[in-house]
């Protein structure tokens, strides 16, 4: 039976659940704190005598590239989140209020979750070094926007049918075109399916790995794989690398704590409708 | 009237689904057929002329039995974590929804590894995983148990044990979003009659959530395949190809040896292979869209 009492053995359970999950983002924030004397010395020696020291070394105090990673990782995902909202918004109002391809559209876009982005590695990369893209943020804005538009285009078109369509059909009669009431009533009504887009395309653009691995040499590099190679370049300064990879984890954290009631509804709704 | 609104109609849905049909044919249709194309040609980084080459990169490649160990070792790798994650998950939302303190925190805090980049978890898998400065080994010291978590006995549990952390949060909020769907009187009355807890997640919220438990499974399986990053980190595909998922041999068949002809044919080979499933997938993931 399922009780209104507080359930303090509950609590226990899912404290020691969420502290195991969290233990690698805790102990990036343990060691940043650190001095390398005291990481170097052991596991468990508390000392946090380093200060911000770290955090300052990969903000630039110690010259790494890291800063300018972390200024194409915000570029790439933002350009990504505009890019998507830009080509998956019109189209779904095409596709659910205008009959645009019947059902055809978003079945394309739910097949093509079968397809492993893997398959596009090859061609990507002679497609893009063709016209010379390779290690520019366009290129990955371009490819994360065509990764995450299906996702959106769906997060849209089930948002559409949730609008009920008594306004547009009144806003119609009095001689409004097509552009007008996707404008001045459809758009202002998406806020909240606009907000679960955003803030999924921001959290896997800035995920991105594979993409960014064969398609970024050095001026484009985002910070996932900044930091992978980080530990191979600098692998004793513990220190500045788990500053480095807790400061790459923050914006899309942040983001996506505030927008949290957004995600939950994308991310079930994106998933188990999508 | 009539007639002139569904012609204005017409043009502006052309107009609004043009970016997107032009964004399919640019990065879709275009390297599908690229992709095709250098499966069927000799294109290797040590050789500048591309030629065609009939099936020679299949022939090849299906006499690889790299190939064929990857694609086992990424299908166990995925149906065991798949099956794992989708048991926790469960779990965890059964505990998860009932009368918590503290709820909202402990849900914001379970959620944080869906947030955070697979290859930026690996990066602190390895700070964590250290055997000179990590967490683990020396947690392990402290009761004179020596570890060596990348020996290869135990390293195939190790990655499925990360791969949990950062996805057993995905399944348990799927099946904690359902599950709020399931009205508190169907416990009531589960019990009124006499049913047991157990009983009643049995008889009843299992069934009511199987359409949840197919989506979970569908994606995490379908995930699960293309997984690269974490492992990739973590040990490059070895020790020498024991770990090597299907991404693994695509990405280092076209950047470390440089065969791009035989890595597009592994890539065609691995979408047929998943094709016979997709009819059925488009099934199920649009029948639970009417729900």
Redo the contacts between chains.
């Keep these: 039976?399922?009780?209104?009492?507080?359930?303090?053995l509950?609590?226990i359970?899912?404290?020691i659940?969420?502290l195991?999950?969290?233990?690698?983002?805790l102990?990036?924030i343990?060691?940043a704190l650190r001095s390398d004397n005291a990481?170097?010395s052991?596991?468990?020696v508390w000392e946090f005598d380093a200060g911000f020291s770290h955090f300052q070394n990969a903000m630039g105090a110690a010259g790494y590239d890291f800063p300018s990673f972390f200024v194409n990782s915000i570029l790439i995902s933002l350009g990504t989140v505009t890019l998507v909202t830009?080509?998956?918004l019109?189209?779904a109002?095409?596709?659910a209020r205008?009959?645009?391809?019947g059902p055809w559209?978003?079945?394309?876009a739910?097949?093509?979750?079968?397809?492993?982005?893997?398959?596009?590695?090859?061609?990507?990369?002679?497609?893009f070094s063709s016209i010379n893209l390779i290690d520019t943020i366009w290129v990955l804005i371009?490819?994360n926007?065509?990764t995450n538009?299906t996702l959106a285009?769906l997060i849209f078109s089930?948002a559409l049918a949730e609008l009920p369509l008594e306004i547009e059909e009144a806003a119609?009669v009095d001689g409004a075109?097509?552009?007008q009431r996707?404008r001045l009533i459809v758009i202002p009504l998406l806020g909240p399916a606009m907000v679960a887009v955003a803030v999924l395309t921001f959290?896997f653009t800035?995920?991105?790995?594979?993409f960014a691995v064969?398609l970024t040499a050095s001026d484009a590099t985002p910070?996932?794989?900044g930091?992978?190679n980080?530990?191979t370049s600098y692998g004793v300064r513990?220190g500045d690398?788990?500053a480095a990879?807790v400061l790459?984890?923050l914006p899309?954290?942040v983001f996506?704590?505030f927008a949290?009631r957004f995600?939950?509804k994308g991310?079930?709704a994106g998933?188990?409708?999508? | 009237m009539n007639q002139t609104r569904s012609l204005e109609a017409r043009r502006a849905s052309w107009i609004l689904a043009s970016p997107l049909l032009i964004f399919f044919a640019a990065l879709l249709v275009l390297p599908i057929y690229l992709g095709l194309r250098t499966s069927l040609s000799r294109d290797r980084f040590s050789n500048p002329e591309v030629e065609l080459s009939g099936i020679e990169n299949y022939v090849a490649l299906l006499g690889d039995p790299d190939f064929w160990e990857s694609i086992r070792f990424t299908l166990t790798f995925a149906i065991i974590a798949t099956s794992l994650q989708l048991v926790l998950g469960f779990l965890l939302a059964l505990i998860f929804d009932r009368n918590v303190p503290g709820k909202k925190y402990l849900f914001s805090a379970v959620l944080i590894p869906i947030m955070i980049a697979p290859s930026l978890m690996a990066v602190m898998y390895r700070l964590l995983l250290n055997e000179n400065i990590g967490i683990v080994p020396a947690f392990f010291g402290l009761f004179n148990i020596e570890v060596t978590l990348f020996s290869p006995n135990a390293l195939f549990p190790l990655l499925i044990l990360l791969d949990c952390i950062q996805f057993v949060p995905f399944t348990f909020l799927l099946f904690y979003a359902s599950l709020q769907n399931v009205p508190d009187e169907l416990y009531e009355a589960a019990s009124i009659d006499g049913s047991s807890y157990a009983e009643t997640v049995r008889r009843i919220v299992i069934p009511l959530l199987k359409p949840a438990i197919v989506v979970v499974i569908l994606l995490r399986f379908l995930e699960g395949i293309r997984n690269f990053d974490v492992i990739y980190i973590l040990t490059g595909g070895g020790p020498g190809t024991m770990t090597q998922t299907v991404g693994i041999y695509i990405y280092k068949t076209a950047f470390s040896q440089g065969d791009f002809g035989l890595a597009a044919a592994a890539s065609v080979v691995l979408v047929l292979l998943l094709a016979p499933f997709t009819p059925w997938i488009i099934k199920r993931l649009s029948t639970s869209e009417q729900q």
């Design positions: 039976m399922k009780s209104r009492k507080k359930s303090w509950a609590f359970i899912i404290l659940t969420a195991f999950l969290n233990l690698p983002l102990g990036a343990f060691n990481i170097a052991g596991a468990f830009l080509v998956a019109p189209a109002y095409a596709v205008l009959g645009f391809g559209i978003l079945r394309i739910v097949g093509l979750r079968v397809i492993p982005a893997i398959f596009f590695l090859v061609p990507f990369y002679i497609m371009l490819v926007g065509f538009t285009l089930n119609a075109t097509v552009f996707l959290l800035w995920a991105d790995y594979l064969i910070v996932t794989v930091a992978a980080f530990v513990w690398i788990s990879v790459s984890i899309p954290l996506a704590l949290q995600l939950v991310l079930s998933a188990v409708k999508g």
